[in-house]
């Protein structure tokens, strides 16, 4: 595998109970990239990131995180190799104030950014810190589960629907962030319903389909595959 | 269904039944039939409601002393004896059930366990007990004229109302009613949402379980002559979840042959155990839900089932 | 003199004092069983068992080593909580996935083993331990006399259930505690090691218990009986309770203990059984119990 | 935002299900917050908007496995706002649910029988044979041949593939012939192929009935569906027909942004909202 | 003139090895019933015929008490049940005996009806009865002149008769009855009980219980500082075994009754000592009971020439019975009246050996510590 090869995730099966959500998931995601998932409501794009968390029921296939077979470690362990995950829901948890949600993951990896930072970056959170994490406002609780693990300092963040809930200044700031992050060379995992939202940050585009990966879509190409993206996404 | 596959042992479980004294004490028979019954109603919760109660003595006991009371000092003819003992249970169980089954899992096991040695101390502290000593000689009486007094008179009657008891129970699980309990235990939201007040099957199951709990006490207390603080004691509640657990829960049978063994066991460690018989009681159990949970019919139908090439629900 | 009901205010200020002593029993026990709960989803029936082997441990390292109650005072709990380590390892961890009620049978059968392998080896009379010497005598509290150990078991369960209230409600690791509550999965997809969690928290949990036992030990019979009716009482307590909050359990423990002690004034004869009826009532009005909600 | 219930001119049904200010609160959080919504007799009526949107809820709240926090419900004039569960689908309300919900270890048949005996009225009668179901099996099998499901009668609920769950959920329902049915993501986790069987299927049986759904799949929605209103962080964005709602701006914004035609616009707009996705909220 | 039957001379010990009675009967009795036959001859035969011992756990419930008994008399050819610990069990096997015609001899089991109500022919109550320590107590106590009573009694039927059995015996001789405070049972705290009879100033602070109850009430006593002080406390019931428990630094100055002490003269000693080497314990009255009981049945057999029940009943009750350990007659209604020890518990220093527990403070004579014929509810007994 090519050394600047973060992430390859091959043949990835997942399932929910009995029912089969990830038909076979293929891609890879070099160091220091952006990638995005698109897909409908219900294409499996969760179920994707929850899978390679350890986070589903059954999965098979293989899940490389650089260089290290992952699909059979326990969830502590995959975070420890430095991976990061906000999840769609959020998971702010009610019985923690905010700054205990923020302190809760244990740092895993040198060059996280410092709670400073963080509250700079998102002065709100400062502002609500010892108040109980899930009456904090949707939007916040959504900064509240990005920032949580941008301390941890994980390389490879896999980031579920952040944009959603958001006020749009929030929304430009989180892609500033992203940026940011970018430019410190993190790896990130991004899933999307919000195409503007997306479009601009992602290397590539990679479109889910009923658990499998339909099409990939790099940044440059963006404008002439417009229509095939339309078919795929619209309705 | 069960009812077509599992006939045929009832068939040669009632041919057994009539022959078995012969053979074996009828007394010790009657006791193991007593129990069994008892372990029947418990399963007819725990198997066919998916309710764990961890009081069910407090039904056993009280109908024991009930009956007991009933035949001795008021000097009923037996038949009433028995069904004021049953009748009683029902009572206490309506009780029980309806503040029980306001709560669910584990706490539904605690509650009923808590209720029951509420019952367990007010039937230590009444007079009409005589506590430690247990109340104690009494008469059997007739029944039709017969004697039952005579033991092999008792064990028939014994036989006929086990015989019955198991029946109902049966008949109660492939009922109407007992298909909805079913659909209960499998998926209580969705039971809900199709219309059905299931507060109400569940208590009313409670009910007849803690009835049937009930009639087997009263026997019991008809075969031994007497009623002891024993059979409302919360170590009963746990045996009787040891012999359902250990003969399969959720099976016709199961608790029939479970109740036997332990019986069996108990009369048998009696003499060779020593001081080391809760000891084993407690291994029984603990290796039961580690590596043997369908118990033993449970294993043997799955086994069965395998053979013929039928897939395990 | 003053009196309620025809009963001496002295009378009934020393029955509170008592019903405070045992309702701190029920406070440490209820404690642990809620925080297991919380965690392993498991009614705890060795608690009860691991108790008695808190004050059986105590008397063993008296009477085999001569270690006396100060030292039993750390040791015992943390040879029950190592105890407790084997079991979570070697048993508990096969039923989590099973329906929660298989966990309250095994633990019911491992009660039965483990009572009746210390009747059968030590007896069932109990075993004599005396009141540590620093600790005898009596305070004269005006209305009453309060035996000087009495005083410290209520000081010292009230100190273990702050400090366990500190713990799981202000430092990181009760954080990761609450968090691993709330949702396991979570959780551990953010780092925590929560397998890891649950071991310690059971370990720490059956601590407490064998801690009750230590504090017991002086006060009643060190038998292998000693722990299995108080537990069926701490059940009553935790269904009050409601297994809500970690204050909520303390406070329920002490407030029955209270309860108890006042009916020992007026109808002693209900005093084993108020506990359940209080039960009964709170289970009619409040389902969920006095601190609970659904679970 | 609030979306206007269009006036109800000469040819519209009467209305069958109304609430009015319908709120739900969850420890603090608003789900769903004063829901005016009218379902008119013989319609099919979606319910869409983004994950959290407050659909399930309000299912929930509709079929009273919620207590709503404030708001009435009225069905077929009576108010409902405080009957039991049971109570509501006895009058003919009867909702199927986001997760398969079958009985997994009962027969295929013995699935919707559940459903049929409660018409006999024996369900209390512990006494009585089993057999005495049986006439019920009729009814069954018809009601699984209009799902399709005819050849797998005897099979158990566990081991029907996912799509087919949902069908015999379907069938399950239809037995107790309600008149107003709710379908919480009747097509979800399906192939295709099953969509289709199941657009088909609902079309056939909203025959005599209304129907009332949530769903994600336009293509459902703009097959099938005579009205529509969308939520949106728990209030009502837009109603209407599938033709109305999707050229409604807000609508485009909130639910159908990514389709919307100025795809490569650069302005970052107002994003849709999403929660706890409801598979893990109800339950 | 029958023989003996089958060719066998069985005796069966139903006892409690396992549960909370075990201490001071169990595994233990069974070995005293074997020192009896060794005792009775060397090659443990009587006529000829083998005698065998066989025991059994009852596991305090009573139908397994009662089942085994039934296999035992009619499948092993057992022809007498001794020990019966557990009243309710020992009542169970009574009928059973009666019914199959053979002996039951009860030496565990405190419940007067086993000889009162609830008596029959073949059963011999051998070494106390709730009724004679609670009226044989109170009379010797207040002899002594402690007048005024208070009662700490357990709240059922057992605990409710001794409160009236002493009381009776109380007032009848000048004493008085200042309080009763009644517990559940069982009870794991008694401090507020306690604290109740401290501030009676009753001399005498009796408890009415048992087992488990007593003990822990005595321990609690000792912590509130009752012990020693001027106030006695009166168990009614209470074995050395729980003494041993205890320990003399708790349970010193107690006053109680028992049938039986080890260490009352040389006679006792002996058979003691030779109990300690094969049980590493001393032997409670219950123990001492059992050999009694059956070895006076093996001399009844032996002087008869059969085991038939009747025969061998007849014998024991019309003849004195003294054996060293116990000394007395057995009455029509079974119960075997013999004197009774009042006895104080030594402080530790006056203690010289292990197990040298008590002082005998005096004798109760046999008609004090049972309940008089004239009163009793017995069918046997003729008036
Ligand atoms: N806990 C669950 N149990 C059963 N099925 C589930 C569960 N969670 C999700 N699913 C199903 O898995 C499929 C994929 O869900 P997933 O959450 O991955 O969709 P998605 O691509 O993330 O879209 P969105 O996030 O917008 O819902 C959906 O059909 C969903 O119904
Ligand atoms: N029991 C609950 N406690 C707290 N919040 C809840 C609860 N149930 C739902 N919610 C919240 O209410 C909001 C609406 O949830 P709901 O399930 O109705 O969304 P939905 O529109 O059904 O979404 P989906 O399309 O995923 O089904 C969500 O944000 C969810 O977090
Ligand atoms: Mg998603
Ligand atoms: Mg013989």
Redesign the interface.
Known sequence: MSPTEYLRVSDLHAFYGESHILHGIDFTVRRGECVTLLGRNGAGRTTTLRAIMGLTGKRTGSIMLNGREAINLPPHRITQLGVGYCPEERGIYAGLSTEENLLLPPVVGSGGMSVDEIYAMFPNLWERRHSQGTKLSGGEQQMLALARILRTGARLLLLDEISEGLAPVIVQKLADVIRELKQRDYTVLLVEQNFRFAAPLADRMLVVEHGQIVAEIAQHELRQRKDMLQELLGV | MMRTKLSWPSVAGVALLLVAPAVV?P??VM?VLCFALFACAFNLLLGFTGLLSFGHAAFLGTAAYLTGHALKVWEVPTLVGLILGTVGAAALGWVIGSLAIRRQGIYFAMVTLALAQLVF?VL??A?F??????L??VPRGTLFGIDLTNDYALYYLVVALFVGAFWLIRRTIDSPFGQILKAIRENEPRVVSLGYDVARYKLIAFVLSAALAGLAGAT?TLV???A???DAHWHMSGEVVLMTLLGGMGTVFGPVVGAALIVTL??E???V??????VIMGAIFVVCVLAFRRGIVGEGIALYRRMIGEKVG | MTEIFGVPLQ?LM??LV?GL??GSFYAVLSLGLAVIFGMLNIINFTHGALYMMGAMFTWMLLEYTGVGYWWSLLLAPVGVGLIGILIERVLLRHVYKLDHLYGLLLTFGLALMIE?LF??LY??????Y??PSQLT??LDLGF??L?K??AWVIVASLAVCLFTWYMIEKTRLGAYLRAATENAKLTQALGINVPLMVLLTYGFSVGLAGLAGVLAA????V?P??GS??LIVVFAVVVIGGMGSILGSVVTGLGLGLVE?LT??FY??????VVFIAMAIVLMFRPAGLFGREK | MQGQPLPGDAHDPPPILETRGLVKEFRGFIAVNGVDLTVRRGHIHALIGPNGAGKTTCFNLLTKFLEPTRGTIRFKGEDITRAAPQAVARRGMVRSFQISSVFPHLSVRDNVRVALQRELGTSFHFWKSGRTLDSLDARAMELLESVGLEKFATMVAVELPYGRKRALELATTLALDPELMLLDEPTQGMGHEDVDRVMELIKQVSANRTILMVEHNMKVVAGICDRITVLARGAVLAEGDYATVSANPAVIEAYMGAESEDLFGEEPTQATSTRVPATEVVS | QQKISDDVVKVGVLTD???????FT??ASAIAAQMAVEDFSKDATVHGKKIEV???????????G???A??WF?RDKVDVIVELV???VA??VM?VAAQKNKLALVSGAA?L?ITNE?CNANTVHWVYDSYGLASGTAKAVVGSGKKNWFFIAA??????AMTNDASRVVTANGGKVVGV?????????F???L??AQ?SKADVIALANGG?DT??AI??AA???ITGSKQTIVPIVLFI??V????L??AQGLTLTEGFYWNRDAKTRAWARRFFEKTKKMPSMAQAGVYSSTLNFLKAVEKTGTDDAATVMKYLKSNEIDDGLFKGKIRADGKFAHDMLLLEVKKPAESTEPWDYYHVRGIIPAEDAALPLSESRCSLVKR
């Open positions: 004490y007394v010790l006791k101390f230590m502290q007079p007990t005589h506590g430690d000593d247990g104690q000689g019991k031994f002559n007497f002891t603080l024993g108990q009369n460690l009696a003499v155990a020593g001081s080391l018989v809760t | 009378a020393g029955q008592l002593v045992n009746g009747r059968h007896g069932a009379a109990g075993q004599p005396a009141v005598g009596a009453m006399f035996p150990y009495r002086p006060t009643t019979q038998g009986l000693m009716n108080l002690g020992k004034v002693a004869e209900a005093a084993s059984t | 090895m396992s549960g909370i009675y075990s201490d169990g595994t066989v025991s059994a756990d009852h596991q305090n419930k009573a139908d397994i009662a089942e085994r039934r296999a009619d557990n009243t309710s009542l169970a009928d419940s009806p609830r709240d059922y039927a057992a605990g409710a405070a009644k517990h559940p049972f069982p009870t794991a705290d401090s507020s009980f604290l109740t501030s488990q003990i822990t321990k609690q912590e509130f500082g075994n729980d041993h428990a205890l320990g630094k708790t």
